[in-house]
Structures are given as structure tokens and as C-alpha cells.
């Protein structure tokens, strides 16, 4: 009876065992993925090298490019034959009194524009008043660029200077180095909040003070100065050098930058520059213990959408039934486009991706925890969301780099407190990120007006198109009054990358190692020298970087891939109060722009660069 009980039990035994075995195995099997997806988090390659894949890949991403990678200094041949050149420009006090004199003196002739500003073709003498004194001094300063170079000028008044090439009939691409002459207006309003007027160009010896010191006749009269310093020494290029000086960037740049632009295609043709390089907002940076260098390499774009809303008149003593005249309409527009907001995007489209992939690479205060999920951000959902949320809630500028943003900035309406208003009107200013469109963030703001025109009964007309018909309560209308989209992204990989960021390292890390100022200057350090230093003995991290406005280079498009919005210097112009009260500059940066460009512009004409 036992034996045929325990007979009866073998096959129920050996299933039993055959299932603990598979049961075991596939424990063993799940310890092992763990163990490998654990390893696979800590030793992933992401550290040092950048995937090429989306997010969303598995363990299998294969090694792509390295992580905020750091080019070898770059200079000139000249800076090991003979630097005494670039040393005085930058320690020279006599040099730097005489530059002083010349960004002063520039300063003190008002360049101001203005919104309303009528054309040139419509009121030329208007142009001429304000802009033929500037030409007139920079003609008088710089007799070397105006007696020997080709100086024109495109649409009256925006200023071309052309060093022509000893190869400039080959295939060698020209380079284009560009600034503005006009400034934004001064508020009176605000005269006595001013250190020294606006207008005096006053320089205490650190600093000079006016409107455009720092936006941007510096580096206008940098340009200008470098290129004298280089003809002075004998320099002569094989790649033609062009300057291009704008009039009205503070108002869009439509009759100074694009003309030029159309002027340069028409002469060169389309991608046909080495590169361009405008100004920049952000020029050495500090971040969570990390000194950078950021040459914008693109640009968010930007769109003004004016919306209307017509309703009835009458007497105020008779408000509309729904009790919301138009302006209290406006009002409840206004008040849902700014409860949605734009949500944040970090992906690897966006220049301020690597920036914040190299602070996490090289900071020595930023938290293991961010470290991690900004590094991983292009491989791990979870890691984007962890930084897109820290870098969203870290500050202003950060939020912004990374979101589209909308101000409504104007608006109009009503004529009298006794009569209801007929017609009101907004304007919104969107700057948009660099992953979205226009059409995207127009259509954000579209979607509330149909809210509106459904929830009131309007009707509705955009861009044009009637999408719901004028009703006896009046209509809401909304389109584009301009539109720019993102900027194309300059490519951060290849030699022209390379002497950019090796030049501006070997500016900062070696000529002026002490980072801040002259008097701690002792002796240029060459490539043995265990100098990494500026301003605390740290290494300048060159990145990719990308500021919240826009610039000139939106009209160079089509001359190049290989555009570059940085001015060299040691404030960015929102910390040296650009378009605010007391603009100004530290002298020293001034003098570091006339350095890098007579560096650079020597860099990028020898035979191992061209």
C-alpha cells in the first residue's frame, strides 16, 4: 500500500522538482538583469561620452561623442615668435588709456532708435542727424581702416569693412565679424538715477559708464581696434575679413543687419563664410563653481501676436448683459494664456543642454544626485525629468533657456470712462524654444481664443480665416505681427569649433590667467605651465550656450552654418546693466575683445587652419 502510494507520487514529485529547478532558474535569471541594469547605471558611458541615440534606448547605446569635450589651447604662431603685441594690448597703460579715449569718446555721440522710427527712404535727414556723426568719428579715429581697407556703406548708413585676401579670388570663405551702432533710448525719467549721465563716456579707471558701453560699441571699436593692431604688424590674410556694423538692432535690424545680409549674398552668395561671429550675451559665465565660456550656438525664435476684440459701444451706464465689456474680455484672455504656461523641453536640440551637461561634469558643488540626471538626461525619462524639474524651479534664466516664454507687454483700449469701449487690443511677445515653432505657440494662444469666442459668443477670425462669425456680441481677430523662427544649430564638432574654443581657453587660461585684472598679471603661461586658473585657480569650460533675446546673425542664416554669438569679456550684458540704468563695462574686458580678435583673426589665417 506504501509502495503503491509512493509510486503514485513520482510523477507529482518530479514536476514539483523539474518546477523548483525552472522556478530557480528564472530567479537566478532575474538576480542577473538586475545586477546588470544596477552595474549598467553606474558604469553606463554616459559620463564621458554623449549617445547618439533618443531617449528611450536600452543598455545596447553605442559610445557616441564625448561629453563636453575640451579642445587644446589655440593661439597664433606670432604668440611664440613675438607676443609683445597682445601683451600690451592687454597690460599696456598707455594703451589703455588711448583705448579708453576711444570707446569713450564713441559713447558720447547718441545713437539712440526708437520703435516708431520712420524709414530711411521716408525721412533720410533723420538717419543722417543721428548716424553720419558716428561715421565721421570712426573715420577720424581709425585712419588705417578707413585710408587702406574697403569701407562701404549699404543702405546709407550701415558701415561694411572688407580686408580683402591675398587669396580672396580662391576658395578660401571670408570670415564676418559684426556689432551694432545703435543703443536703446535713455528714460528720463530715470537721469537721476545715473552714476554719471549717460552720455559723458566717463571712465574711472576700472570702469567706463555710458548707454552702449556695454551694448555694443565695446566691441564695435574692438573690432575696430584689433584690426589696426593686426595692419600695424604687418598682418596680411589670405581669408578675407569682413566687418559689418548694423544701425538698428534695438528695432529689429530690418534696415541695417538685412541689408547687409542681402548685400554680402548678392556679392558672395550663399554658404559661402567660414563663419559669423555677432555679440553675445553671455561671455564668461559662473555656475555652480564652474567658470564658462558659452559661444551662443543658436538662437530661440520670436513671435508678437496682436489679438483684438470688438464689442458693441454705448453708454457705460449700460454694460453689456455678460456685465465683461471688451477690455474685461481682453482681461479674461490675458488671464488664461498666463495660467498656461509653456511646458519646459531639455533635450540635446538645445545648446543649454550641453552647457548644463559640462556643469555637471565639472562642478565641484552640484549635488551626485542632479550630477547624475543631468548626464543622463538624453537616455533616461526619469533622469530628463529630474533635471528639466531642477533646472525649471533653479532660477529665471534657467526656466527660460528651456521653455517657450509669453509677456503681453502692450495694450489698448476705451476712449473715455462714460463710453464702453469698441475696441481693445494686445499685444503678446513670445520668445520660442528652440524645439518648438511658431505656428506651435501661436496656435497656444489661438486655442484661448476659441475658448473666449465659444464661452461669450464672438466671432472669431485668425490670420485672416473667419472661424466663427461675427455675432451681435462683437469678435475676437488674431494673427502674427511678426515671427522669426529658431535659430539653425552651429555645428560644436570640427576645426572650426576647435580654434574657436582653443582660442577663447588659451585667452582666459593663459594670458590673463589671474582672470580679472591687469595688476595681477605676472607672465604669459605657456602650454607647461600648470595654469588653469581664472579668477580662483579654475579651468575656463568652453560650451555651447544660447541666451533668451536675439540678435543681428538672424539675417546671416545663408551665409554659413558656422555662426557664433560671443564677445569676449568677464560680465555678461545683463550684469553689466545693458539697456538699464549705469550701463557699463569693465575696462578689462574691452581689452580682452581687442586680444581674442587680434589673436583669432591671425589663428584662423595660418596654413595648418585654412
Not at 579707471?205 to 575696430?224: A, T, V, Y
Not at 513671435?303 to 477690455?327: A, E, F, K, R
Not at 583673426?601 to 585654412?610: A, T, Y
Request: glycine share 6%; charged share 20%.
Amino acid at each position: 500500500m506504501d509502495l503503491e502510494k509512493s509510486k503514485s507520487r513520482q510523477p507529482e514529485d518530479q514536476w514539483f522538482t523539474r518546477n523548483t529547478f525552472v522556478r530557480l532558474t528564472l530567479l537566478a535569471l532575474l538576480i542577473f538583469l538586475s545586477v546588470a541594469l544596477t552595474l549598467s547605471h553606474f558604469f553606463t558611458p554616459s559620463e564621458n561620452t554623449q549617445s547618439n541615440l533618443p531617449l528611450g534606448g536600452f543598455l545596447s547605446k553605442p559610445r557616441g561623442q564625448e561629453i563636453c569635450r575640451q579642445y587644446d589651447y589655440k593661439y597664433p604662431q606670432s604668440y611664440i615668435k613675438d607676443n609683445s603685441t597682445v601683451l600690451n594690448i592687454l597690460f599696456n597703460e598707455t594703451f589703455r588709456n588711448h583705448s579708453a579715449q576711444k570707446l569713450s569718446q564713441a559713447v558720447q555721440i547718441p545713437t539712440d532708435v526708437y520703435d516708431e522710427d520712420p524709414s530711411v527712404e521716408k525721412d533720410p535727414q533723420y538717419w543722417n542727424d543721428k548716424f553720419t556723426p558716428f561715421y565721421d568719428y570712426l573715420n577720424k579715429t581709425f585712419p588705417i581702416i578707413f585710408t587702406h581697407l574697403q569701407v562701404e556703406l549699404v543702405h546709407s548708413h550701415a558701415i561694411v569693412v572688407t580686408w580683402k585676401g591675398k587669396e580672396a579670388e580662391s576658395d578660401l570663405k571670408p570670415i564676418l565679424l559684426t556689432a551694432h551702432q545703435d543703443v536703446v533710448p535713455i528714460q528720463k525719467s530715470t537721469l537721476d538715477q545715473w552714476t554719471y549721465p549717460p552720455y559723458d563716456g566717463v571712465y574711472d579707471g576700472d570702469k567706463l559708464w555710458g548707454r552702449g558701453s556695454s551694448d555694443c560699441k565695446n566691441l564695435l571699436i574692438g573690432l575696430l581696434e584689433s584690426l589696426e593692431e593686426l595692419y600695424k604688424s604687418g598682418f596680411k590674410p589670405k581669408r578675407t575679413i569682413i566687418l559689418g556694423f548694423g544701425f538698428d538692432e534695438e528695432v529689429g535690424g530690418e534696415r541695417g543687419a538685412q541689408r547687409i545680409g542681402q548685400f554680402l549674398t548678392q556679392r558672395y552668395g550663399n554658404d559661402s563664410f567660414y563663419a559669423v561671429i555677432d555679440e553675445g550675451g553671455q561671455s564668461v559665465a559662473y555656475e555652480e563653481g564652474v567658470i564658462l565660456a558659452l559661444p551662443g550656438t543658436s538662437e530661440k525664435g520670436s513671435t508678437d501676436v496682436v489679438v483684438g476684440i470688438n464689442t458693441p459701444g454705448g453708454h457705460s451706464s449700460v454694460p453689456p448683459l455678460s456685465q465683461h465689456t471688451s477690455i474685461g474680455l481682453m482681461a479674461i484672455l490675458i488671464e488664461s494664456l498666463e495660467k498656461d504656461h509653456f511646458q519646459p523641453i531639455f533635450s540635446p536640440g538645445n545648446p543649454t543642454f550641453h552647457e548644463y551637461q559640462c556643469i555637471a561634469k565639472y562642478s565641484p558643488t552640484l549635488s551626485h544626485r542632479i550630477k547624475k540626471s543631468l548626464l543622463n538626461a538624453d537616455k533616461s525619462h526619469r533622469a530628463n525629468k529630474q533635471a528639466t524639474h531642477w533646472l525649471y524651479n533653479k532660477s529665471l534664466l534657467s526656466r527660460y533657456l528651456i521653455t517657450s516664454t509669453q509677456a503681453v507687454d502692450i495694450i489698448n483700449g476705451g476712449v473715455k470712462s462714460n463710453a464702453l469701449p469698441e475696441y481693445v487690443e494686445a499685444v503678446i511677445n513670445h520668445r520660442v524654444a528652440v524645439e518648438s515653432t511658431v505656428d506651435e505657440v501661436y496656435n497656444h494662444d489661438l486655442y484661448h481664443a476659441k475658448r473666449l469666442a465659444k464661452k461669450f459668443d464672438l466671432g472669431l477670425i485668425s490670420e485672416g480665416d473667419i472661424l466663427r462669425n461675427e455675432t451681435k456680441n462683437g469678435k475676437i481677430t488674431i494673427h502674427k505681427a511678426s515671427q522669426l523662427e529658431p535659430a539653425p544649430s552651429t555645428p560644436t564638432v570640427g576645426k572650426v569649433w576647435e580654434l574657436f574654443a582653443g582660442n577663447i581657453r588659451h585667452i582666459y587660461e593663459q594670458l590673463v590667467p589671474s582672470g580679472n585684472s591687469k595688476s595681477c598679471y605676472s607672465k604669459p603661461a605657456s602650454d607647461d605651465d600648470n595654469v588653469d586658473v581664472v579668477g580662483g585657480g579654475k579651468q575656463v569650460i568652453v560650451a555651447p550656450g544660447i541666451a533668451t533675446g536675439n540678435t543681428d546673425t538672424r539675417y546671416y542664416w545663408n551665409l554659413t552654418k558656422n555662426i557664433f554669438r560671443y564677445r569676449p569679456g568677464l560680465f555678461t550684458t545683463v550684469e553689466s546693466h545693458a539697456h538699464g540704468v549705469d550701463e557699463f563695462i569693465r575696462f578689462d574686458s574691452h581689452l580682452q575683445i581687442i586680444a581674442f580678435y587680434y589673436e583669432y583673426l591671425q589663428l584662423i589665417n595660418e596654413e595648418d587652419n585654412l
